[in-house]
């Protein structure tokens, strides 16, 4: 466990360094420990995969008091098992229409395009993280041989629902916006709606399926192209 | 009536909600919004609306009072020019408008009472990238009736000329070194805190990327985690980005430390072009400091028209 100073206000706690279901639960654990132990001083946690950081108000406390019950709090937690997670089934249609990169991928990794769909669909995820936009779930991890960098010129415009691969990493862009992400399908679940409740259909902890619909189908839960 | 070029409903910001990817917002100069509610006496957070570079013109349709603080836009009352950091009471009908910036580019609009939108997760500060607070998620929009009470009965209340901020184009922002700064080898901190950057054309409420010296780091990217308010993050072309109120929650660049709101406020006045330096500080300079803006912040002794 480390400590330090990120901001005039905040505080970083990085708990390990890898991609890991059992370091997710300990995030998640310390999180919990850490809301208890600083009540109404904390302004706002960003959990992540190895680390939180912690936002408090520099009015009412300052950085040696939050250290100090940090410290304390996360000093008290036993080891976390990752728990079992809620599994979530998401449909994706697989296509070039919709996922502009599918082909381009699975060309550079050598695999023909439903290999690539067999390899994506084929493997559980966990949601690892949720941040960079409201709804944006970080999934991991994605098989070794469909793993990709990110385009050297990020789109200005990616489609809400569009299903991607960067690194390791899987997602749906919740909302239209620029991106750098692999695009290899479309899923017609909303992954952010303000208006519903929940607002998101997955949490982090979650376990994720993907499951490979046609085009008829994508189209009659709701998806566009 | 006319919208101006960005016009946000904003209040103190929406907090608490990172853990499902919503960013703050809030407004981007917090001394001038906090001074023109505390002169319309409002409640700290009421929202008013942030009017970057100007060119809003807006129609009572009640009896209120009203108030313009921050950037040196020219406020005009059926025509005739007003005094900004000064309470001006207004009739259902009168005509309001914000010309252009000369100099920064962010003020403050407040009514008393504040304006009345509804708040979304919290708050309704609008952030156009979410589609969140605000009157449908979006900046104003020709048409756009804001509703606001009659507040007519209260003090016109001014802030002395001689107390008023000025606006220049450069800002000195103080840092704490942190996140990945051991990463950053000690010639390049130098360069870093030694170098003069200009804001680029690439500067909004998320961000504002700056240009000059570029800075290398010894690691080109990190598992993503949390980006506080003014987190500097260096991508892989050593230009530095400032994050702001709309930032990203998470992200995997490298950051050299953060700096100081009271200083990003200051450079979120700057348009493209205006210069910037660094200078480092401790977490407890950062603190004192915090501690000395807010007590003068209320201290800020206020004036009462006397017609």
């Known amino acids: 466990m480390r400590l330090s100073q990120a901001g005039e206000a905040a505080l970083m706690l990085y708990l390990g360094t890898e991609t890991s279901p059992a370091l997710s639960a300990r995030v998640q654990a310390a999180a919990r420990a850490v809301e208890a132990a600083l009540g109404s001083d904390l302004v706002d946690l960003v959990p992540s995969y190895a680390s939180l950081l912690i936002i408090y108000n520099p009015l009412t406390t300052d950085h040696f008091s939050v250290g100090e019950r940090v410290r304390n709090a996360v000093a008290g937690l036993g080891d976390s098992e990752a728990g079992e997670g809620r599994e979530v089934r998401l449909p994706v249609y697989y296509h070039p229409e919709a996922g502009a990169d599918l082909e381009s991928l699975a060309e550079r990794a050598g695999l023909s395009v439903d290999d690539v769909i067999a390899l994506h669909s084929g493997t559980e995820y966990r949601v690892y993280a949720i941040g960079f936009a409201p709804g944006f779930a970080y999934l991991g991890q994605v098989d070794e041989r469909i793993a990709a960098p990110r385009l050297a010129t990020p789109r200005q415009r990616v489609p809400r629902g569009a299903v991607a691969i960067a690194d390791r990493q899987t997602a749906i862009y919740p909302a239209v916006s620029p991106g750098g992400w692999n695009l290899i399908g479309r899923c017609p679940v909303r992954m952010f709606d303000p208006a519903a409740t929940p607002t998101m259909p997955v949490s982090v902890g979650d376990r994720v399926r993907f499951e490979a619909i046609d085009r008829a189908r994508y189209l009659a839960l709701g998806g566009e192209l | 009536m006319q919208p101006g070029l960005m016009s946000l409903l904003q209040d103190g910001g929406r907090f608490g909600q990172q853990r499902i ?287």
């Not at chain 2, 997760?121 to 804001?146: C, M, N, W, Y």
């Not at chain 2, 000195?172 to 996140?179: A, F």
């Not at chain 2, 348009?271 to 201290?299: C, K, M, W």
């Open chain 2, 21 to 307: 990817g919503l960013t703050t917002g809030g407004p981007l100069d917090p001394e001038a919004f906090a001074l023109c509610n505390r002169l319309l006496g409002n409640a700290p957070g009421a929202t008013a609306i942030e009017v970057s570079f100007g060119g809003l013109v807006l129609k009572a349709t009640v009896d209120t009072r009203l108030c313009v603080t921050g950037a040196e836009l020219p406020l005009r009352i059926n025509g005739v020019e007003q005094d900004r950091w000064r309470v001006h009471a207004v009739k259902s009908g009168d005509e309001i408008a914000l010309d252009f910036a000369t100099a920064g580019c962010r003020a403050y609009l407040g009514v008393a009472g504040g304006f009345n939108v509804a708040p979304q997760f919290g708050s309704s500060s609008t952030v156009v990238r979410e589609h969140i607070g605000g009157l449908a998620g979006d900046k104003l929009q020709p048409g756009d009736e804001l509703p606001c009470a009659a507040g007519s009965d209260g003090p016109l209340l001014f802030l002395p000329e001689n107390l008023r901020p000025g606006y220049s184009d450069h800002a000195l922002l103080r840092v704490i070194p942190g996140y990945q700064q051991e990463h950053f080898p000690a010639l390049q901190k130098r360069r870093f805190f030694n170098s003069e950057y200009n804001v680029s054309e690439r500067c909004d409420r998320m961000g504002y990327r700056l240009e000059g010296a570029a800075i290398e780091c010894d690691i080109g990217g990190i598992l993503s985690e949390g980006i506080c308010f003014g987190a500097i993050q260096i991508p892989a072309d050593g230009q530095p980005i400032v994050l702001l109120n709309d930032r990203q929650t998470i992200g995997g660049y490298p950051k050299i430390g953060a700096a100081l709101s009271l200083d990003v406020a200051r450079l979120a006045q700057l348009t493209p072009g205006a210069t910037v330096r660094f200078e480092a500080i401790s977490p407890e300079d950062a603190h004192n400091a915090l501690h000395l803006a807010r007590q003068r912040l209320y201290s800020l002794p206020l004036a009462e028209s006397s017609i």
